[in-house]
């Protein structure tokens, strides 16, 4: 099987996020790392590769600037075989329908000589959090979209897997090739081992640019984005509440009172 | 006026509360069309309820052949419908399969995609509030039709009836569309509680409970409260994963939120701390979750929910 994995280069989520003077994400100024929410896909990847065996070859791909290359090295370190970086500075700012479309084609370059079994995706960006580049996948490789697996089964070229809607608890079927993307539902990602982190630095790592992929930059970037950014504002820090030390009582009684002076009972 | 196509949110037929809310914004952009995807059964009903709200028009779009596959049909029916009404906006409410059908959508009409809209302004600039609720964003579509997701609890329904003209829309889905399938679906329990989403109180609880949520279930039947949980409640398996709130749970944004054993990990914040009240019961004054609070208990859950919960039902009567 061929599978790749769509691994985001986002800012830490515990520094502080920011955004740059022209609103776009700042990408460069806070530190970065693999999307947590992508280290599952990874991990799932890992694991259809190990119970398909050795010919399964799963190659992380990240678009991103120039440091987005240490999401698709954390990737190598876990077992990944192989990497794609595509970084073009017309890439710069690009929004969902941008982005959608250079991974897109960057996974038609890759599948060029072996056909893409699989796509795999996070549930979510940790920064954009959109939930919508893997159907946005989807429909542009005009596969079938498998999405917030939260338990995977595979048998053959069948995917059966599990998927808490919003309102129901669904079983999805589809047939390879497809995108999936999965949740954090699915099982504890692996940390790098020692050894992992060895091989890495010996695994074949491509770096793309926007001609490599046959995209034109005036389809991407700020410049040409389908929506428009017009303000970001730091939101006013919250006003100290009151905090009081319950003592035999006193805390339930003076929530209650807090309650009624909001009018909440 | 211009039409601004609304995707009803319903579950064999009973409309939630967030389609509402988008038929409210709907109407600062142009004249509400609501689109029903549902059998011919449960759709008169439902329009109703529709035109009570504010729809002027109700496309009614079959979904016998299309309900057993997962999001593309839904795309390509709007697909066509866009096409044919030339809509100001297509609003979604934001959840997975709003999301999913709202990124094809946009990808099948060239448009411009907003997700999490927290309010939708005439003209069409939203506002998101992003990074775990610590930046404003204000945006807009600038290509296309804008085609924009929005959270529940953003607006106020309002119940002010529409013209409310009935039309069937025959759409064409392709095989390519129907090729994941919905091969079995067990819908939610319904809890006897308010929607988590859309609940103006939500109590919730985490590792502190040490797994017994009967103090947080009591306060939130005394404040007429959904029930939420931390990923570490869920994990633990003391709660359903539907009870999440946080990154990869929901989002809630309601009057009151009222974290109990809640650390406040910046993930749990992503999903709450957009709330207008917040009040924590936590036993260690260091928690972080002390930095967002309007009103703080440092004290035993065990202890401070109950005596709360029995004081509340005495003041109530
Ligand atoms: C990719 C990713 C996604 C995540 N998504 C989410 C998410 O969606 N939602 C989420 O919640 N978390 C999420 N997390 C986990 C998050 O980082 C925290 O681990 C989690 O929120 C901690 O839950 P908690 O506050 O219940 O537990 P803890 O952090 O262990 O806190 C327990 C708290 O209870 C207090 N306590 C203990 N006993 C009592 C008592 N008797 N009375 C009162 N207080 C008591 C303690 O002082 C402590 O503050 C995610 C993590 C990752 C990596
Ligand atoms: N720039 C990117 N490079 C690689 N993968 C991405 C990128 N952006 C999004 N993805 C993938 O798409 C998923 C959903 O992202 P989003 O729609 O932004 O929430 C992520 O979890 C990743 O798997």
Redesign the interface.
Known sequence: MNIIVCVKYVPD??AD???ESD?TVDRVGVDGLLSE?DEYAVEQALQLKEKAGDDTTVTALCVGPDKAVDAVRKALQMGADKGIHVTDEAIAGS???AT?LVLAKAIEKAGSEQAVDLVMCG??S??A????????L???L???????A?VIETQGDQI?VK?????????????FP?VLSV???TGEARYPSFKGIMAAKKKPMETWSLSDIGVDAGEVGLSV???????????PP?TA??????EE?S??????G???S?K?? | MTEVLVVVDHVDGAIRKPTFELIALAKRLGSPSAVFFGGADASAAAAEKLKAFGADKIYVVDDAEIKGYLVAPKAEALQQLVEKTSPAAVLLVSGYEGKEVAGRLAIKTGSGLITDAVDVEDGGVTTQSVFAGNYTVKAKVTKGTPIITVKPNSATPEETAGAGEVEQFAATVSDAAKKAQIVAAQPRQATGRPELTEAAIVVSGGRGTGGDFAPIEGLADALGAAVGASRAAVDSGWMPHSFQVGQTGKTVSPQLYVANGISGAIQHRAGMQTSKTIVAVNKDEEAPIFELVDFGVVGDLHAVLPAATEEINQRKG
């Open positions: 989520a515990t996020r920011q955004f609103n929410l929004d969902y329908i959608s549930m979510a940790t920064d959090s959109g939930s919508v580049i893997p159907a946005m989807a429909e542009r005009d596969l079938p979209q498998v999405t917030f939260s059966r998927r808490d809607s919003d309102t129901a608890t669904e079983v999805i079927g589809a047939t497809l949740t954090d539902q984005a389908w929506s428009e950014v017009e303000d970001t504002t730091a939101r919250r509440g009151e905090i009081v030390t319950d009582g805390g339930a009684t003076a929530l209650t807090f309650l009624a909001k909440f009972i």
